[in-house]
């Protein structure tokens, strides 16, 4: 049965049906979830090349630009481009037809015109993402990030001390030194103008999603009774058919009188993660994207392995952060063990029944793992590259004063 959004049934429902001679029945609606991700690649390169020039003009400024370590072949955002488009969970998730290419194309384009200023085309990605899988709605934090303070840059503070540092030391020059204050104070001034219109075109885009979802519905049913049967599915967590992530299991076993408490506890978890995450990320607003992503891909009800593929993809723009990760050959190393045990531990349960659950669950716990130590390693890996930035701005700082 299906419990997404009707506009997308609208969309893809009549490419199911009508069929080209002599070609398989779900050729063109194979075809619109191979441009949804060639589109997809396209903007991930985009948006890297955007937050590639945008750090190089941050450290630019703060004369550390040569500890930049730019590949002389290829850009993050070429190689995150890459990395999306020939991902096996994005082949895969094309392959069985999933929805994912479509919701990770809007996420993707709430990001890109996020980064590039984008406020109309931001703003119709993040509604259409939580229309179509309500979890993209977090979102909203790091897209008003971007839109507010810009890009990813280092921590506004060394900007501040780069300024008045400048500005306390050469006294003979007060106009350069109140210049370069200036321009550090605008580093790091947040901008509500765009914030507020994309909350208006948020608004507008919104209603007119459920203008149209109306009249969709109208012969079918209730508006509400729509967002029962897609929002309300997602947070019931009604189906417990058998899948990568770990909720499934944990529900089949718990007590039915638990069952409501813990699945608010669920829910809970991935709101609490938000605001330290922002707190302390702020100045990296396109990375905290990432990392949300990957939480919500983690916690959310009904995960599949285009979820993979988007945060996947995403972390190959962060290649210089991320230079020094802890545990990368590892991570590969799983995540291909993972990726060829799983099939097997599901066939050997649900077609041969030689196994047991345990077998497939096992494979989604150590996925879990896997992505629990990815999320918590390349927020340690940015830190330390803020820290290390830190250092060496200082330095230079107090070379410059000497």
């Known amino acids: ?58 450290l630019n400024s703060l004369d550390i630009v040569d500890l930049l370590k730019s590949s002389d072949l290829l850009s993050s955002g070429d190689i995150a481009a890459l990395v999306y488009l ?19 194309l809007v996420v993707i384009l709430a990001l890109h015109g996020a980064c590039k200023g984008l406020v109309p085309l931001a703003a119709f990605g993040w509604v259409m993402s939580t229309h179509l899988s309500l979890y993209p709605a977090i979102l909203i934090i790091p897209v008003i990030l971007l839109l507010g303070y810009g890009p990813d840059t280092p921590p506004r503070k060394l900007f501040l001390q780069k300024g008045y540092g400048k500005n306390g030391d050469n006294h003979s020059s007060d106009n350069c030194g109140q210049q370069e204050t200036n321009q550090s104070k605008s580093e790091v ?18 209603a007119y999603v459920l203008v149209l979802c109306s009249i969709s519905v109208k012969p079918h049913g209730s508006l509400w009774e729509m967002f029962q ?11 417990m ?55 919500s891909s983690m916690l959310k009800s009904y995960p599949s392995v285009g979820d993979s593929a988007l945060y996947l993809g995403l972390l190959g723009l962060f290649l210089d952060e991320l230079a020094d990760m802890k545990f990368s050959f590892f991570l590969l190393c799983g995540y291909i063990g993972v990726s060829l045990l799983s099939p097997v531990m599901h066939n050997l349960w649900i077609w041969r029944g030689t196994g047991n659950a345990n077998f497939y669950y096992a494979t989604g716990m150590a996925y879990a793992c896997l992505q629990i130590i990815l999320v918590v390693e390349s927020v340690s890996a940015v830190l ?16 410059g004063n000497s």
Not at 86 to 104: H, K, Q, R
């Open 189 to 206: 001034t947040f901008s509500w103008r765009p914030v507020v219109h994309f909350l208006f075109w948020s608004s507008l885009w919104s």
């Open 384 to 399: 330390n590259h803020d820290r290390k930035l830190r250092k060496l701005s200082v330095t230079k700082l107090r070379d």
């Open 86 to 104: 020939w991902n096996p969970f994005t082949i895969a998730a094309c392959v069985g037809l999933s929805t994912s290419p479509v919701e990770n």
């Open 229 to 239: 049967r897609t929002y309300g599915f997602i947070l019931t967590m009604e189906d």
């Open 241 to 295: 058919s058998p899948n990568i992530g770990v909720l499934w299991y944990f529900f089949a076993e718990v007590f039915d009188f638990f069952r409501s408490f813990f699945m608010i506890v669920f829910h809970l978890n991935i709101l609490f993660m938000i605001l330290p995450l922002a707190i302390r990320l702020k100045h990296r607003p396109c990375f905290l994207a990432f990392i949300y992503i990957a939480i």
């Open 1 to 58: 049965m299906y419990h997404g959004s009707p506009l997308l049934l609208s969309l893809l429902g009549p490419l199911t049906v009508k069929r080209i001679e002599g070609q398989p029945s779900h050729l063109l609606c194979s075809l619109v979830f191979v441009i949804a991700d060639i589109i997809s690649a396209l903007l991930i390169r985009a948006t890297g090349h955007t937050l590639q020039m945008a750090y190089r003009q941050s």
